[in-house]
């Protein structure tokens, strides 16, 4: 019975795709279906995909469609512009450092509010309504993330003290309940929040989280999705491909914007520590989660140790 209800699903979120995406997915897909099925694909959702109705949709879309065809998918979330929407309404002071955003305690509750209160359930419902099964998670629930005070010590330029706040970096990570979910078929939205070792809370930027999840979970794939093409060269051109050597040079030069810095770090560390392909793609295009998995070309900037 339940493969029947994933093939009508497939079959009724296929037919909502224009004909051009459509008919491009359909006639390449059936050899990565069968090369990822039962495989995990992490993807990190934000920017735009977040922000637009018709790209939200589109993203629920995507990801139910590739659960109903036997690849598991696995969605961290960021949440930025709603974050800097209510921070704003407060009149508090928006701080990054190389990308990551400074949390005091206000700013904190204000994250929390915002990720796993709004944010979170948003996608839930939208991935639900496209007839997905998605469960609505923190890093704290289950015990799956651990986290510890990020702390600065050496920038790229100088060695400086600089604190972040309330912000962590993951200590330890436990999928036991992200593999059982998994393994029956739900779609599991994490909110990068976590607690430390006294109970305290913890923002995570979502990129790493993402990372690092899909080292732990020994993904097939980890797919940041951002508001650009994928990573840009210093004229504004996509680059489809990088290594640690030009990533280490794009970075020396400074021909990387803050908010790219921690998802091509994070990316960087996911593909050296066994993930198989690794890519930063353009969320502002509809279906492009579907475009990267199952045709040939992909729609962003890949990764390679």
Do not use: C
């Amino acid at each position: 019975m339940s493969s029947n209800i994933n093939r009508d699903r497939s079959d009724n979120l296929m037919h909502d795709i224009d004909g051009a995406t459509k008919g491009k997915i359909l006639s390449q897909a059936l050899p990565y279906i069968k090369r990822f099925n039962g495989k995990v694909v992490v993807v990190k959702l934000g920017g735009s995909a977040l922000t637009n109705n018709s790209l939200s949709v589109s993203f629920a879309d995507d990801v139910t469609w590739l659960n109903s065809v036997g690849i598991k998918v696995l969605v961290i979330h960021g949440g930025g512009p709603h974050i800097e929407k209510q921070l704003k309404k407060l009149g508090k002071k928006v701080s990054f450092f190389e990308g990551i955003r400074v949390t005091d305690p206000e700013t904190l509750d204000i994250v929390e509010m915002v990720l796993a209160g709004n944010v979170n359930k948003e996608i839930v419902e939208l991935i639900n309504k496209s007839g997905g099964f998605a469960v609505g998670l923190t890093g704290q629930d289950g015990n799956i993330l651990k986290a510890k005070k990020l702390e600065i010590k050496e920038t790229r330029n100088a060695y400086s003290n600089v604190d972040l706040g309330l912000v962590g970096e993951i200590e330890n990570i436990n999928v036991q309940l992200l593999i059982s979910l998994l393994n029956d078929n739900f779609i599991p939205v994490i909110a990068p929040i976590a607690s430390g070792q006294s109970g305290e809370t913890y923002n995570i930027n979502a990129d790493v989280v993402a990372g690092q999840l899909a080292q732990a979970i020994k993904a097939e794939k980890l797919i940041l999705m951002t508001n650009t093409a994928g990573v840009l060269d210093n004229s504004g051109k996509l680059i489809p491909e990088l290594d640690r050597a030009s990533i280490d040079g794009l970075l020396k030069n400074k021909f990387i914007s803050e908010g790219m810095i921690p998802k091509i770090k994070s990316a960087l560390k996911a593909s050296e520590s066994g993930v198989k392909t690794v890519h930063i793609i353009d969320g502002r295009v509809e279906h492009s989660l579907l475009l990267e998995v199952l045709t040939d070309s992909g729609v962003g900037t890949m990764i390679r140790t």
